[in-house]
């Protein structure tokens, strides 16, 4: 149990358009999802908290008109990259809190803005 | 704030021998938990083991192990009889249970086992 899945796994886009990567729960509703990001080599930085129902909370220095969230139902967490640039390319990874408190961590999504 | 330190940025073992990862924290919370994953090449991040912090028994499973040392605040993670598979980033994590719930990381420890 305690699956999360991301989709697209890859995406390739170019400079200027926007793109959207989906975080679901598929064996359980979670009321709180999380949106990292993870650079070459370094460890995980937590970009916003999303709440089911509620404005997401952004981490300090994250661009909230960029990365937009929604959180529209128990099950599904969207990440939206606005007029993708190619410093916004990285690997995003989503995770959603079971009722356990643990994280379970989607597989993970490259982008690269051309 | 609370904060997580991971000093050992590389580490290298041989197959079948046993390696010791280090974590340590610092919070001036009581009730917390504490979490290594592990991030293989695939990037999926699979959780090793978790620690709460009320309870005294060291968490096991199979061959990995934790030395939880509270008033030291230190969460280290031993890997016994390592495999070739065990190659991987690991992360060591801390969480409150309150608020966001959200995780604090470690800057993570590549571990390599060799041949």
Excluded at chain 1, 18 to 25: A, P
Excluded at chain 1, 73 to 96: G, K, N, Q, W
Aim: with cysteine.
């Amino acid at each position: 149990g305690a699956v999360v899945s991301q989709h697209p796994s890859r995406v390739i886009c170019k400079s200027g358009t926007s793109v959207k990567i989906e975080c679901r729960s598929l064996d359980f509703q979670a009321t709180t999802m999380f949106w990292y990001r993870q650079f070459p080599k370094q460890s995980l930085m937590l970009m916003a908290t999303s709440n089911e129902g509620s404005k997401a909370t952004y981490e300090q220095g994250v661009e909230k008109d960029k990365f937009l969230i929604n959180h529209a139902s128990l099950t599904l967490s969207t990440l939206t990259v606005t007029s993708a640039h190619p410093e916004d390319s990285s690997f995003y990874i989503c995770s959603a809190r079971g009722t356990d408190y643990e994280q379970y961590f989607g597989p993970g999504t490259r982008l690269t803005v051309t | 704030a609370q904060t997580v330190t991971q000093s050992q940025p590389e580490m290298s073992v041989q197959e079948a021998e046993t390696v010791t990862l280090s974590c340590t924290y610092d919070t001036s919370e009581s009730n917390y938990y504490l979490f290594w994953y592990k991030q293989p090449p695939s990037r999926q991040m699979i959780l090793v083991i978790r620690q709460e912090a009320y309870k005294q028994q060291n968490a096991t499973e199979n061959r990995f192990s934790v030395n939880f040392q509270k008033a030291a605040k230190s969460f280290s993670l031993k890997i016994s009889d390592s495999q070739l598979g065990d190659t991987a980033m690991y992360f060591c994590a801390f969480m409150t249970p309150s608020g966001t719930y959200k995780y604090i990381f470690g800057t993570g420890t590549r571990l390599k086992v060799l041949a």
